[in-house]
């Protein structure tokens, strides 16, 4: 027992410095894939890191996940029990991710994230793009979707004002301080921020089309979104 004990820890690394209840362990060897911003847009076998209440409370008792239902703008979109399964089958860490990510360099073989950028006032998201090169290896990937500037802008050359103003500059969930967008990107200015960021080879992408992953699974709006992939 203690010899398989040993096998385990031996085989296996921490993908950074968390507390205890958020500590992710890997097998040495194992493809690790980390969506950031994730929501509840996840798929299976990915490290989720997100700052809001659904990724605090993941990783407390399932009794906990049946009350944070009701508290949660979740229960407008998922049943209780497709909520519960989410939190509790999957990896969650609670991060505000605008102080960058809390895992160690060079751990992970894919970074994705589904509209979260533009949440990020312009300094954070800079400072998170050149977070997700380091956590990444040499030769790791990055997949990043943006509500497109460009669309929002084509909105008010349609008429509709309205639509372009609160959907895209200034929605705002008065429950919710990270629903804000603090800026948005179109395909030149998202490829700029990656270069800066230290990434090579950035290329616009199509809905669920690429080398990422899961994209079948995670990637949604396609409607409005700018996809781009990146490799470190
Ligand atoms: C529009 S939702 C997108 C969720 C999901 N990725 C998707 O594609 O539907 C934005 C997500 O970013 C998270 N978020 C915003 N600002 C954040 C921050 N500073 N740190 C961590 N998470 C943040 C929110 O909690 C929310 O889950």
Same mark, same amino acid.
């Given at each position: 027992?203690?010899?398989?004990?040993?096998?385990?820890?031996?085989?296996?690394?921490?993908?950074?410095?968390?507390?205890?209840?958020?500590?992710?362990?890997?097998?040495?060897?194992?493809?690790?894939?980390?969506?950031?911003?994730?929501?509840?847009?996840?798929?299976?076998?990915?490290?989720?890191?997100?700052?809001?209440?659904?990724?605090?409370?993941?990783?407390?008792?399932?009794?906990?996940?049946?009350?944070?239902?009701?508290?949660?703008?979740?229960?407008? &979109?998922?049943?209780?029990?497709?909520?519960?399964?989410?939190?509790?089958?999957?990896?969650?860490?609670?991060?505000?991710?605008?102080?960058?990510?809390?895992?160690?360099?060079?751990?992970?073989? &894919?970074?994705?994230?589904?509209?979260?950028? /533009?949440?990020?006032?312009?300094?954070?998201?800079?400072?998170?793009?050149?977070?997700?090169?380091?956590?990444?290896?040499?030769?790791?990937?990055?997949?990043?979707?943006?509500?497109?500037? /460009?669309?929002?802008?084509?909105? &008010?050359?349609?008429?509709?004002? /309205?639509?372009?103003?609160?959907?895209?500059?200034?929605?705002?969930?008065?429950?919710?301080?990270?629903?804000?967008?603090? &800026?948005?990107?179109?395909?030149?200015?998202?490829? /700029?921020?990656?270069?800066?960021?230290?990434?090579?080879?950035?290329?616009?992408?199509?809905?669920?089309?690429?080398?990422?992953?899961?994209?079948?699974?995670?990637?949604?709006?396609?409607?409005?979104?700018?996809?781009?992939?990146?490799?470190?």
């Amino acid at each position: 027992m203690k010899l398989l004990r040993q096998t385990i820890e031996f085989t296996t690394l921490t993908l950074g410095k968390l507390k205890r209840n958020q500590r992710c362990k890997v097998q040495l060897g194992q493809v690790v894939k980390v969506n950031l911003g994730c929501g509840l847009a996840i798929a299976s076998g990915w490290v989720n890191i997100d700052g809001s209440l659904n990724a605090l409370v993941a990783n407390l008792p399932p009794f906990i996940h049946r009350l944070a239902y009701r508290m949660t703008g979740s229960n407008r &979109y998922y049943t209780e029990d497709v909520y519960c399964n989410l939190l509790g089958n999957n990896r969650f860490i609670h991060h505000d991710l605008a102080a960058g990510i809390p895992l160690n360099d060079a751990v992970a073989d &894919y970074t994705y994230s589904s509209h979260f950028v /533009e949440h990020l006032f312009r300094r954070d998201a800079e400072h998170l793009l050149a977070e997700m090169c380091r956590v990444l290896k040499p030769g790791g990937k990055a997949r990043i979707s943006v509500p497109d500037l /460009e669309f929002a802008v084509s909105l &008010y050359a349609a008429g509709e004002k /309205e639509k372009m103003l609160t959907q895209y500059f200034f929605n705002d969930d008065e429950d919710n301080h990270y629903s804000r967008h603090k &800026y948005m990107y179109d395909f030149p200015m998202i490829v /700029e921020l990656l270069l800066r960021a230290g990434f090579r080879e950035v290329r616009r992408c199509s809905f669920a089309q690429g080398s990422v992953p899961d994209i079948d699974i995670l990637d949604n709006r396609p409607e409005d979104s700018l996809y781009v992939e990146a490799i470190k």
